[in-house]
């Protein structure tokens, strides 16, 4: 059973920055794919990055492209999302997923979701 556990949420001024993690557990991750959503307040949860486990390749939504970053860990079992330039329509609570195979950006096709982590931007 795959279980994924985030971290690192907190309030931030704007401009500020914020480092997400998320721990996996239950298994490696050779063969997925991770990924990063988030859900505002009064929203739809939306994509936000993924990472291919085995090859380490990238892909943002436009709205992050060029402020966040995400990695992974593979001894640590662990990805994460760096957060630099923080704007408060980031706010929302970031929610780490995977899947088995190749990226896909659409919520239905993750199999496994950690619970949420809140951040806050203040302007």
């Known amino acids: 059973q795959v279980q994924l556990v985030e971290s690192g949420g907190g309030l931030v001024q704007a401009g500020g920055s914020l480092r997400l993690s998320c721990a996996g557990s239950?298994?490696?991750?050779?063969?997925?794919?991770m990924a990063w959503f988030r859900q505002a307040p009064g929203k739809e949860r939306s994509f936000v990055a993924t990472?291919?486990?085995?090859?380490?390749?990238?892909y943002y939504a436009d709205s992050v492209k060029g402020r966040f970053t995400i990695s992974r860990d593979n001894a640590k079992n662990t990805v994460y999302l760096q957060l630099n330039s923080l704007k408060p329509e980031d706010t929302a609570v970031y929610y780490c997923?995977?899947?088995?195979?190749?990226?896909?950006?659409?919520?239905?096709?993750?199999?496994?979701w950690g619970r949420g982590t809140q951040v806050t931007v203040s302007s």
């Open positions: 997923a995977a899947r088995i195979g190749v990226r896909r950006i659409g919520i239905n096709d993750y199999n496994y």
């Open positions: 990472i291919n486990w085995s090859s380490g390749s990238t």
């Open positions: 239950g298994r490696t991750f050779s063969g997925y794919t």
